[in-house]
């Protein structure tokens, strides 16, 4: 059994859990993952303050996005599921290997996934041709959140040191199986390939996923340049000794040479991006 795919076993539950690549029959559990886990979240009530109206609109705003990664051949999917039940789906992981050299991406483009892309683009073009759009957005919130991306885009990941790395699109937890370290094998399995590929990490993280990333070794590289200012940041993790000349949003630097075994994690940290 290779490390990646080592079971978690996790005495206070007597359960047992197991990661497995993702397919593309996971795409509804994992949308209904995500719909049930940010019911209640500061970036939900940003991005999507009318979800409760239009429910069928937030599910499948998640369903074409993780279905349109599943077929990218620079994405990798990994779904977590008690031991016995790999159709199970409890949690899941999507991760984007960002380079410039197509060889370094994690799978080969197929005429499977190439086709299914297709289709996919198909649909969307079907439905913005009929004037549908998802109803759960705010216009004025998309709009600064382009902004934002721009800045981040600009400031940190376009910079030398991070051209080449994993970006960690989504971590989500079923709100009924939390607290079990779901995420944390998650964490720990996309730590373990950057690793292996000598490359860092980049995310984007919520206040809830914060010290979660920190007691795994991630590090703060700025906060979200919003206009009002939100919980949460960039963050990064690099294998050991290649921190050096990383550019640092000015907090970081004050925390250098704070040990990262030291920050504490509460047990609600372990469940979202």
Not at 8 to 29: K, V
Request: neutral net charge; hydrophobic residues 40%.
């Amino acid at each position: 059994m290779s490390a990646s795919n080592k079971p978690a076993t996790l005495p206070a539950s007597g359960l047992t859990f197991h990661l497995r690549p993702a397919t593309l029959s996971d795409a509804a559990q994992m949308a209904e993952i995500a719909t049930r886990a940010y019911t209640t979240s500061e970036a939900a009530d940003f991005f999507n303050p009318h979800r409760a109206a239009y429910p069928s609109d937030y599910h499948y705003s998640f369903l074409t996005r993780y279905r349109s990664r599943l077929v990218d051949p620079a994405a990798m999917t990994w779904v977590v599921h008690p031991a016995g039940a790999p159709g199970c789906v409890v949690a899941h992981g999507q991760f984007l290997r960002v380079t410039s050299n197509p060889e370094s991406r994690p799978r080969r483009d197929t005429w499977r996934m190439w086709a299914v892309r297709g289709w996919y683009a198909f649909l969307a073009w079907g439905w913005a041709a009929v004037g549908w759009k998802n109803r759960t957005i705010d216009p004025v919130s998309m709009v600064e959140f382009i902004r934002v991306d721009g800045i981040t885009q600009k400031t940190y990941w376009s910079r030398p040191e991070w051209q080449e790395r994993w970006h960690a699109l989504s971590i989500v937890v079923d709100p009924n199986w939390q607290k079990r370290g779901l995420g944390g094998m998650l964490v720990e399995w996309i730590v373990k390939r950057a690793g292996k590929d000598g490359v860092g990490i980049g995310l984007e993280a919520s206040a809830e996923g914060e010290p979660l990333y920190r007691k795994t070794g991630f590090r703060m590289l700025g906060r979200f340049a919003m206009e009002k200012p939100v919980p949460g940041g960039i963050m990064g993790w690099r294998p050991e000794g290649m921190w050096k000349g990383v550019k640092f949003g000015g907090e970081e630097e004050e925390d250098e040479g704070k040990d990262e075994e030291g920050i504490e994690a509460s047990e609600d940290s372990e469940d979202y991006k």
